[in-house]
């Protein structure tokens, strides 16, 4: 009904064939799904019902494409150009380098390059979406030409999510790096070797060395981490496993292949499949962004975000020709709000999916955190101090002493601050270690700041001891939250905000200290004047008074 009633001639067959074509890839999908339910232990059935649902997804964005879209070329151009570099990404395998080809540092590099390159796209994707939507309200002239730009943005985020995979695999020990290439390489010969025996054999073969030999690399990987780091190390292990049976179902698809089995080249691709992914899950395990801290997951997440934005933007580029050639009709406008905010949605996904792996982002995140409980502590101590519930501890530290431990800290803050901002300059990195060592001192600050108003009576001394402490610790906030954007985002921009951060937070460290530091010596010319009084009245109690010497 859709295409008698909405199409004719070429657009016509273009549903009639993305319709069909849907259809064949649901029912294929539905035959994985029996073959997984029947093989639930085997990873081969997993890797072909995921692989078989994303070319439902493929096939369902396609027909949706020639429903709204048939008059447009170059928005169809663009949706097919996206779908194809999404299937690319999900096919291309990690491009391994020798060791020997290594620069010192240019694996990390390389691996925060690509983060970064990835989420510019993604945020150029963002801008592109509000134009696309503007073209298909008010300039439809211009709506091939943003779609074509939005098609060559979702090509470089590809590309971008690439370069974070083949970096952080090829940051392994080079006892690992070698035999992971041998096995990749073999990969693709027995892709390529149709029917040639001899050539899937000799392949097989190299792969059961190879896996040997990476296997063993990979244990002393995971004993060199030490039992501190149970969690990498049972990532490894569980990595290991699964390349152990990757080999072997690759070798039993090889038997089946040169037995002439049925069905035998299907049983290939699987597990040629399956060794690949099992090979990338050893080197992501193993590598040294996930010894720093990123989760293996992380990078599966990655995948999944850069196609959801893939998809998402192609949905778009759909429903806005579809609104261009029908502005009146209420479902249509829908599809096309409704496109937008999946495009909106999927860049977020993908921008803290980018972020979570960026060195210094995690460091900023528990900074900020850290300084937030540390003002929340100092908030209860203010509100206990005004409606008089605080506790005035007896034999506690001095509150003289407290001072000189609150400057203390103030200065360790101080220093921590230059260290940041020099560390704005070098990587993000530098930036996370440097906001996570001045938020360490924050909760100190808060607890000694307590005991300083829990140790005097004076209420306006305990009220300009907090409003200090709370103004510093807020402009440390500000700070922390500065640091966080420079570490995903490192820039100009960002670089400039730290540094007027910074100034104001060393401003309110000058106030505290300057404070705290005339309180002390108040303190101290108090005792000497103490001290000055007993002695003399020690003095006078040595002479008799003077009517005891008259008769």
């Not at 035959?31 to 078989?52: G, I, M």
């Not at 981490?225 to 990595?239: C, D, F, K, M, N």
């Not at 300084?371 to 605080?390: D, H, Y």
């Not at 009220?463 to 985002?489: E, M, W």
Request: glycine fraction near 4%.
């Amino acid at each position: 009904a859709v295409v008698s009633t909405q199409s004719t001639g070429g657009a016509a067959e273009a549903i009639r064939s993305s319709a069909a074509h849907l259809c064949h890839q649901v029912i294929t999908l539905f035959d994985f799904a029996k073959a997984r339910v029947a093989n639930s232990k085997d990873p081969v059935y997993d890797q072909n019902l995921l692989q078989a649902n994303k070319m439902v997804t493929d096939a369902a964005t396609k027909l949706m494409r020639s429903l709204g879209t048939a008059s447009n070329k170059d928005c169809e151009d663009a949706v097919d150009n996206i779908m194809q570099s999404a299937q690319n990404l999900e096919t291309t395998q990690i491009q391994l380098v020798e060791a020997t080809e290594l620069l010192p540092g240019s694996i990390e590099a390389k691996h925060q390059a690509g983060l970064q390159a990835l989420s510019q796209h993604a945020r150029a994707i963002g801008n592109l979406s509000g134009l696309l939507v503007s073209a298909a309200h008010l300039s439809s002239e211009n709506l091939g030409e943003h779609s074509k730009q939005a098609a060559e943005e979702i090509e470089k985020l590809m590309e971008a999510a690439r370069t974070v995979f083949n970096s952080t695999a090829c940051s392994v020990p080079p006892a690992m790096l070698t035999p992971s290439k041998q096995i990749i390489e073999a990969a693709a010969s027995l892709l390529s070797a149709g029917g040639n025996i001899p050539q899937i054999i000799s392949s097989a073969r190299t792969v059961s060395v190879a896996t040997g030999q990476l296997l063993s690399a990979a244990k002393d990987r995971a004993t060199t981490l030490g039992e501190a780091r149970p969690v990498l190390q049972e990532s490894i292990g569980q990595a290991s496993q699964k390349l152990a049976s990757a080999t072997g179902s690759l070798a039993k698809a090889a038997r089946a292949v040169a037995s002439k089995v049925p069905d035998s080249a299907a049983l290939m691709s699987a597990a040629i499949r399956e060794l690949q992914s099992a090979t990338k899950d050893v080197l992501i395990s193993a590598s040294v962004p996930v010894e720093n801290g990123v989760s293996p997951d992380d990078f599966d997440k990655l995948i999944a975000a850069s196609r959801s934005v893939a998809t998402a933007s192609s949905r778009l580029i759909s429903a806005s020709a579809a609104a261009s050639a029908k502005p009146k009709d209420p479902d249509v406008q829908q599809q096309l709000a409704d496109a937008q905010i999946a495009v909106t949605q999927s860049i977020k996904e993908l921008l803290n999916s980018s972020a979570n792996m960026m060195p210094g982002v995690v460091e900023c995140d528990e900074a900020t955190e850290a300084v937030q409980r540390s003002i929340g502590e100092i908030t209860a101590t203010s509100l206990a101090v005004a409606i008089g519930n605080l506790e005035v501890k007896q034999g506690g530290k001095p509150v003289e002493q407290c001072q000189e431990e609150m400057v203390d800290i103030a200065r360790g803050v101080s220093n921590g601050i230059t260290q940041l901002v020099r560390a704005s300059r070098q990587s993000p990195e530098a930036i996370g270690k440097s906001a996570k060592m001045i938020a360490t001192l924050l909760p100190q600050l808060a607890s000694i700041a307590k005991a300083a108003v829990s140790a005097t009576k004076d209420v306006n001394s305990q009220n300009n001891t907090l409003d200090l402490t709370k103004a510093l610790a807020d402009n440390i906030l500000r700070l922390t939250q500065a640091a966080q954007a420079a570490s995903s985002n490192p820039s100009k921009e960002t670089y400039i905000e730290i540094s007027a951060r910074a100034d104001e937070a060393s401003a309110a460290i000058g106030n505290l200290v300057a404070s705290l530091s005339s309180g002390v010596s108040l303190i101290k010319d108090i005792d000497d004047a103490v001290d000055r009084v007993n002695k003399t009245s020690v003095g006078f109690e040595a002479v008799q008074p003077l009517s005891a010497s008259i008769p």
